[in-house]
C-alpha cells in the first residue's frame, strides 16, 4: 500500500521560513519522481514544485522561483520543500504527489497559514 504523509506546516509570519516533508512508503522511492502541490481556500489545486527520482532535475511555478527549494533523500524516502520569504499568498493546503503508470497518489496534506 503506497503512503504519502506530510508534515511540516503551521502558523508563520510574511517573510519567515518552514520546511514540509514528506514521507513515503509502499513504493521502491528512489525510482519515482515526485511533486509538490498547495490548493488555497476556495481554488483548484495548483503545482508547486517537481524533481526527478534521482534528485538531479528540478522545476518550480514562476510565484516560487528563487523561495523555495525542492530536495529529496532517497535513503530516508522523504520529500522536502524548503520555503523562505514566505508570503500571505502562499497559504494554503500543500500536498506531496506521486504517479505509478496511471495510478496517481497524494498525501493528506498540511497547512501553510502565513500571517501579514
Known amino acids: 500500500q503506497v503512503r504519502l504523509v506530510e508534515s511540516g506546516g503551521g502558523l508563520v509570519q510574511a517573510g519567515g521560513s518552514l520546511r514540509l516533508s514528506c514521507a513515503v512508503s509502499?513504493?521502491?522511492?528512489?525510482?519515482?519522481?515526485m511533486n509538490w502541490y498547495r490548493q488555497a481556500s476556495g481554488k483548484g489545486r495548483e503545482f508547486v514544485a517537481g524533481?526527478?527520482?534521482?534528485?538531479?532535475?528540478?522545476n518550480y511555478e514562476d510565484p516560487v522561483k528563487g523561495r523555495f527549494t525542492i530536495s529529496r533523500d532517497n535513503v530516508k524516502s522523504t520529500l522536502y520543500l524548503q520555503m523562505n520569504d514566505l508570503k500571505p499568498e502562499d497559504t494554503a493546503m500543500y500536498y506531496c504527489?506521486?504517479?505509478?503508470?496511471?495510478?496517481?497518489?497524494w498525501g493528506q496534506g498540511t497547512l501553510v497559514t502565513v500571517s501579514s
Open positions: 504527489k506521486t504517479s505509478r503508470g496511471r495510478e496517481n497518489f
Open positions: 524533481i526527478s527520482a534521482s534528485g538531479g532535475m528540478r
Open positions: 509502499g513504493l521502491t522511492f528512489s525510482n519515482f519522481g
